[in-house]
Structure formats: C-alpha cells, structure tokens
C-alpha cells in the first residue's frame, strides 16, 4: 500500500497482519480524494475513525491537511499507524487515539473540515455513529463526512441534519458523502 499522492507520493505504508482490518484500496482511496478535491476547500483539521494503517488519514496529510486525528480500537492498528506517521513525516500533524470510536466520540470537542469513517463491513452501528456524530460539535457546515460501506448495507440518504450530497461506487464498496443541511 503507498501514498497515493501529495507530498510523500508513493511512500509505502505498512498495513496491520493478523487483524480484522479490511484495507482501503487505492482505486477507492483515490475516488475519495477526487470527490473531497471537488467540494472541501479547507483541510484544515481532518478526523480518521476506524483507521485501521491510517492511510487516510496520511493520504489526507500528504494533500494538503494541516491536522489529523486518527481514532483505532486495535494496539496493533494504532502501533502501525505511528510507524507510518514516522515513515511519512506526518508525527508532528496529527494525534492517534487508541480507544473505541465511540468513546472517542465522548471526548473529542473540535470541529472538523473532514471525517473519515471507514468502520468494518460487518459493523451493525455505523448508522448510530452517523446519527451522533450529526448531533456533535464534531460536525459543523463545513464539514464534509465521507463512509465507506459495502453494498450489502445500504445507508440512508439523511441522519439528523446530515444529508447525502453523493454516493459513489467501486465493486463491493460504496463511498458515502455527506453534508450538514444549512439552518439544521
């Protein structure tokens, strides 16, 4: 797995063996960015839940991003993640919270320009999340929160004051975007 471009433009990137970690591939990386490229002026302060290597996140990084914070459940994700964030030069931007998303949820209180979710295909919450993250200081107008999600399970088009602007997809895996409704 490497950068796919920016700064540290194919630079490798380990990926955790031996998890439950389903890696985003670069043909679905690069659909995501090219999106994001078209309707995020500011990347400013980026949010990677489920980050699993932190290729998004780091992807994020090397286009441009000022900051980024990555939220990963598994030791061995977070402990690849902080090698990755070494490889690339990217330590000094960005904070790894090794803890649930869900409690991550629960202390984390700045606004993000960028969420990434990319939770595993057999997560039954994700609607949950998406639901309180709408419902969070998290989220503001500006904000653009992008999902990933197998086909098999569909996503509803409006959570709270989060509405889908665009899907997006690539064989199995979808690419949600969405975005806070104005005067929500």
Not at 12 to 20: A, D
């Amino acid at each position: 797995m490497r950068v796919i471009t920016g700064k540290v433009k194919g630079r490798h990137l380990k990926f955790p063996s031996g998890t439950k970690t389903r890696p985003v591939t670069d043909l679905v990386r690069g659909a995501i960015f090219s999106i994001l490229e078209n309707l995020n002026k500011d990347w400013s302060q980026v949010l990677d839940l489920f980050s699993g290597s932190g290729a998004l996140g780091i992807e994020a990084l090397s286009r441009g991003a000022g900051w980024a914070d990555f939220v990963e459940n598994q030791s061995k994700c977070c402990d690849i993640i902080k090698e990755n964030l070494v490889t690339t030069g990217f330590s000094s931007q960005a904070r790894i919270y090794c803890c649930s998303v869900d409690k991550a949820l629960s202390f984390l209180d700045k606004e993000y320009n960028i969420i990434l979710m990319d939770p595993p295909y057999s997560n039954t919450t994700t609607g949950d999340i998406i639901n309180r993250l709408a419902g969070s200081s998290l989220v503001g107008f500006e904000t653009t929160l992008v999902v990933t999600h197998s086909s098999r399970s569909p996503l509803d088009s409006n959570y709270a004051a989060l509405n889908l602007i665009k899907a997006h997809r690539h064989g199995d895996t979808c690419i949600s975007i969405f975005q806070k409704e104005v005067g929500s």
